[in-house]
Nanobody, 119 residues
Framework: QVQLVESGGGLVQAGGSLRLSCAAS????????MGWYRQAPGKQREMVAT???????NYADSVKGRFTISRDNANNTVFLQIHSLKPDDTAVYYCNAASRGRFWDRSDWGQGTQVTVSS
């Protein structure tokens, strides 16, 4: 099992910036991809950005150029730097860790951190 703890959310004005952090602990050696997802009220959870253990990144089209995902492997932490925030970015942001063993796959989630963007 992987435990994930997010931090860094808050209330920010449109155009502002935030940096979200996600610290992983537990069975971290099997993690191959970490990512950020978000869920706005009344909407389904959606992928925002992912990063593999090799450093390859993937972004949702809606956040390209504004969001940057990075990871600190030494400290088992993944970050999401957000610039030019828009009211549509308001959501609960969840950290995800995807792990794989020889015969299994697992997905672990953090508790989420609220990001609210005021216009």
């Amino acid at each position: 099992q992987v435990q994930l703890v997010e931090s860094g959310g808050g209330l920010v004005q449109a155009g502002g910036s935030l940096r979200l952090s996600c610290a992983a602990s537990g069975s971290i050696f099997d993690i191959h991809t970490m990512g950020w997802y978000r869920q706005a009220p009344g909407k389904q959870r959606e992928m925002v950005a992912t990063i593999t253990s090799a450093g390859s990144t993937n972004y949702a089209d809606s956040v390209k150029g504004r969001f940057t995902i990075s990871r600190d492997n030494a400290n088992n932490t993944v970050f999401l730097q957000i610039h030019s925030l828009k009211p549509d970015d308001t959501a609960v942001y969840y950290c995800n860790a995807a792990s794989r063993g020889r015969f299994w796959d697992r997905s672990d989630w953090g508790q989420g951190t609220q990001v609210t963007v005021s216009s």
